[in-house]
C-alpha cells in the first residue's frame, strides 16, 4: 500500500475541526478536486454514514465512514480503481488542533500500471488540500 501523511496546525478547537471535516460535503467549500458530494440518507455523520463523491481525477465512488471517535478520530474507506482509506486523528495544542491525515491507497486492476503517476499527482494535491482545509475550518466563526 501507498500511504501519504500530513500534518497542519488549524487555530480552532477539536470539537470545531471535527464536526466542520468529517462532514465531507463541506469538502466542496475548500477542496477545489471535488466536482460531488452528497450523502446518502440523512441524518449526522456517523459509522456507517456513505457520500456519493466524484473528484476531477476520479470515476464516482461511494466513500462510507467506518471510524467515527468524536472529537479525536474519524475514517472513511471507499473502493474503486484505487481503494482509499482516510485517516484523519486530530490532538489539542496549545495553539489549537493538530490534524494528521493519513492517506492510504491500493490500487486495483489495470490502473496499477499508471498508479505511480497518480501516487504522485495525489501527494501534491493532499499537501495543498491541508492549506485549503486550513483556511477553511479557521475562517468559520
Excluded at 474519524?74 to 488542533?97: F, K
Amino acid at each position: 500500500m501507498s500511504k501519504i501523511v500530513n500534518r497542519i496546525l488549524i487555530r480552532k478547537p477539536p470539537e470545531t475541526v471535527f464536526d466542520y471535516l468529517v462532514d465531507l460535503r463541506n469538502e466542496l467549500k475548500w477542496n477545489p478536486g471535488v466536482e460531488r458530494m452528497e450523502m446518502i440518507g440523512e441524518g449526522p455523520v456517523r459509522i456507517g454514514t456513505k457520500f456519493n463523491a466524484k473528484w476531477k481525477s476520479s470515476a464516482p465512488i461511494v466513500t462510507e465512514c467506518v471510524k467515527f471517535d468524536r472529537p479525536h478520530f474519524w475514517a472513511y474507506h471507499n473502493n474503486g480503481p484505487v481503494t482509499v482509506d482516510l485517516e484523519i486523528s486530530l490532538t489539542e495544542n496549545p495553539e489549537g488542533t493538530m490534524l494528521v491525515s493519513t492517506f492510504d491507497a491500493q490500487p486495483t486492476g489495470l490502473f496499477r500500471l499508471i498508479f505511480p503517476l497518480f501516487f504522485q499527482v495525489m501527494k501534491r494535491e493532499e499537501k495543498a488540500n491541508m492549506g485549503f482545509l486550513k483556511q477553511a475550518v479557521e475562517a468559520l466563526n
